[in-house]
């Protein structure tokens, strides 16, 4: 039999959650949650140029250099093949939500993984490329010991 916990069901139990009451939120596997409900939001965004981005991929090529992600090298067509071939996010180096409309060059931006962009979006202070890169091999350097 299955039974269906709402997330605001979750959120509330989680929140009085204690040691003692563990137990009761764990999930066993045949439990299930419902999803895939058709939602329609309107937001605001900033505007980005496709352009610019196409042309920070070229210049990198134009230079010799792969298309890897500047923070951890990771280079998607190296482990992907033709599905990862010419594949990499753009991201702006300066956040556009604090700087606001401005003109944008090819150096304001650098190619991530998604990994990295992902990271370097999640929560302030917003790291640079080279911060995430400190970061990765502060890390490795740390697992290595």
């Known amino acids: 039999m299955s039974c ?15 040691p003692d009451n563990f137990s009761k939120l764990s999930f066993d596997e045949d439990e299930s949650v419902l999803e895939g409900r058709y939602l329609l939001r309107f937001h605001r965004e900033r505007e980005r140029n496709q352009g610019l981005r196409r042309r920070k ?25 033709d599905r990862g071939l010419g594949y990499i996010e753009c991201h702006h180096v300066g956040p556009l939500h604090k700087t606001g409309e401005r003109s944008t060059r090819i150096d304001d931006l650098a190619l991530l993984c998604s ?22 091999n502060g890390a490795a350097g740390t697992s290595q010991s």
């Open 57 to 81: 991929i070229r210049s990198v090529l134009a230079r010799g250099g792969a298309l890897a992600c500047e923070a951890c090298q990771f280079d998607f067509g190296q482990i992907y093949g």
């Open 4 to 18: 269906i916990i709402s997330r605001k069901d979750v959120r509330r139990k989680a929140i009085s959650d204690t």
């Open 115 to 136: 990994n990295c962009h992902r990271m370097s979006h999640r929560k302030p202070p917003w790291p640079t490329p080279a911060q995430l890169r400190e970061i990765i």
